[in-house]
């Protein structure tokens, strides 16, 4: 029988099928897509998708030339060794954080074996072997095992690779370089020498007036109010610097008290203020990280320099706590553009003002509320005070 003889009925129900099937059909196709008219999107469908892949910043960019392979020398900090892989080192926790192999970046040690590979396409440092400073090698049921050996003294902390080099600013973290100006008229003061010399050092007698010798554990430091710190846009008094002098211990209590200088950096003068020594527990990690808010500021000192420093030199801004700036903070320096003649122009007196150029980076390393000290990772060229930062 054919189709033409069967009723209306018969051949709607068969029509309905078909349309059916040929639905179903088009359901089996891609389930997501959008067709675009001229004037409306039609069959638009929302996914939520669960991503575990990690993705690294897109401003992350390594080097043209990076080694495949580096080894951990001594001296060497993780500033350094980023700096071999990336164009902008202060992002290596991004690519040691997130490595299966490295779960603390500062453990690394003398003698280790770093080299590159792809981990969902993305590129990571990795730990390909241990030097003899810590031998920790992996097994295959992910278990560590420690390898130990004979030694005479084990140093896990120092013996491992800072995160900048400390020698650099260990005196800018266990001194109070930064003194408020209520501190620095009420401290005890060095009136006097058993010898009533102009100038001490290491090993002479002191005599101090105004010491508080019932508290503390009786060891104090020296210090020379050395100039104020003001801002130099709005001159608001922002502290005092100090120059570190040197160490005493209490030999007698009394007002004089006797001191004697244990250590010393430079010589000890009359009026040069005496704090009590306070135990500093200071860390060697610093994370970079840009500050949170749009920031920038001006470069107020030179600290040990006259006019100009470079590497690994600490300057003194006026941006502190109360500007959002924490410490690790990273900052790019940059030197203000001249102003000079244009000779090709009609009016002898027209000027123009040259770009400011980007000439360096400096990390934050200690802060106070009105300012703070920062580390010059990278120099381009000479630093002065007449450059200032601003947010990288």
């Known amino acids: 029988m054919s189709i033409r003889n069967k009723t209306p009925l018969a051949n709607g129900f068969i029509l309905l099928c078909g349309v059916l099937l040929l639905n179903a059909c088009a359901g089996k196709a891609t389930p997501f897509y959008i067709t675009k008219t001229q004037n409306k999107v039609t069959n638009v469908t929302s996914v939520k998708a669960s991503i575990t892949a990690l993705k690294l910043p897109n401003t992350i960019t390594y080097e043209s030339e990076y080694p495949e392979k580096y080894i951990v020398k001594k001296g060497d900090t993780l500033w350094d060794i980023s700096s071999r892989f990336l164009r902008d080192p202060w992002y290596w926790p991004e690519i040691w954080f997130k490595n299966p192999q490295i779960t603390n970046p500062h453990l690394i040690y003398p003698g280790d074996v770093l080299n590159i590979i792809y981990i969902e396409g993305q590129k990571r440092v990795q730990i390909q072997q241990r030097g003899e400073e810590g031998r920790i090698l992996s097994s295959g049921l992910g278990m ?212 400011d150029e980007a000439v360096g980076i400096v990390m934050v390393v200690r802060t106070f509320e009105k300012m703070s000290y920062g580390l010059v990772m990278e120099a381009d060229r000479p630093i002065s005070l007449k450059d200032y930062v601003e947010s990288p």
């Open 144 to 355: 560590q095992i420690i390898k130990l050996s004979p030694r005479i003294r084990s140093k896990p902390i120092d013996a491992s690779i800072p995160s900048i080099p400390i020698v650099s600013i260990r005196h800018l973290l266990s001194r109070p370089i930064v003194i408020a100006e209520t501190v620095l008229d009420n401290s005890a003061y060095v009136i006097s020498s058993m010898n009533n010399n102009l100038a001490n050092s290491t090993g002479d007698t002191l005599y101090v007036r105004k010491l508080d010798t019932l508290s503390g554990n009786h060891r104090y430091q020296l210090f020379r109010p050395n100039k104020p710190l003001k801002d130099p846009t709005t001159k608001e008094l922002l502290g005092y610097e100090a120059l570190y002098v040197g160490e005493t211990k209490l030999l007698r209590h009394g007002d004089p008290a006797t001191l004697l200088v244990t250590s010393s950096v430079r010589e000890v003068l009359r009026y040069d203020r005496v704090i009590p020594l306070g135990i500093v527990d200071f860390s060697r990690d610093f994370f970079p990280k840009p500050p949170v808010q749009q920031v920038r500021g001006e470069i107020i000192s030179l600290v040990d320099a006259i006019s100009q420093l470079a590497r690994y030199q600490t300057v003194s801004l006026n941006l502190g706590r109360r500007d959002g700036v924490e410490t690790g903070n990273l900052l790019r320096i940059k030197h203000v553009g001249s102003v000079i003649q244009d000779l090709e122009e009609k009016d002898p007196d027209f000027l123009v003002k040259l770009p």
